[in-house]
């Protein structure tokens, strides 16, 4: 099982210290969510898993974007009252699905049948993340992390779902990958990050740069 460069993304605002509505930490969120999915995918790729262009990619995404999303809204529930999650999640939801859209049409055009790739996105979000609740978290020792660390089953879960938009050559080998590597480290992404965004303490200034002549 080949494991990739660690992902790295940057989850700071631009400014810090400025309450943020959760519409816009559910944007910012977004975005963050996103390019884990894909970073997700490309290491994926890197360890030898065929996703080939086209169906399979947003097969692939559509999964992994439901599980961190899901992922999202279990912190948010331990992080923000009622009001701000009830604002924030069908917000975060919305986003994605709206990038997912905009993607799966620049490369695969207009579906056939018509339907809405944001919709159809949305309708397995509602379906699947149900389940995803069902499950459990690890105790976090670390009370400056975001606070839930998904279980085995967890894991697990997205391992299955993710299962079926591989080669045949590929499944016996996706449980492994998933639950080991890649979703460990996207998870660890989306807690950073939600740490981060939540926060509303002013950023230590970056130290100068001192060069000798």
Do not use: C
Request: zero cysteines; charged letters at 25%.
């Amino acid at each position: 099982m080949l494991k990739p460069p660690a992902l790295r993304i940057k989850s700071h605002w631009f400014k810090a210290g400025a309450a943020r509505t959760p519409e816009q930490q559910a944007s910012a969120m977004a975005f963050i969510v996103w390019r884990t999915a894909h970073q997700t995918l490309k290491r994926m790729r890197g360890a030898d898993f065929d996703i080939d262009a086209g169906e399979p990619y947003f097969a692939f995404m559509r999964e992994t974007l439901v599980f961190l999303l899901a992922v999202t809204d279990r912190i948010a529930f331990a992080r923000m009252d009622d009001a701000a999650r009830q604002a924030f999640t069908p917000a975060l939801v919305r986003q994605v699905a709206a990038t997912l859209a905009d993607n799966e049409a620049d490369l695969l055009g207009s579906r056939i049948d018509g339907a809405s790739p944001a919709d159809t996105f949305i309708d397995l979000f509602n379906e699947v993340s149900p389940h995803y609740g069902e499950f459990g978290a690890e105790a976090q020792a670390d009370a400056t992390v975001a606070g839930f660390a998904p279980d085995f089953a967890f894991l697990r879960y997205l391992g299955s779902r993710l299962e079926p938009t591989l080669p045949p050559k590929d499944q016996r080998w996706v449980l492994d990958q998933v639950m080991a590597t890649e979703a460990p480290e996207a998870v660890q992404i989306v807690q950073d990050a939600m740490r981060n965004l939540l926060s509303t303490a002013p950023r230590a200034p970056r130290r100068a740069a001192v060069s000798g002549d």
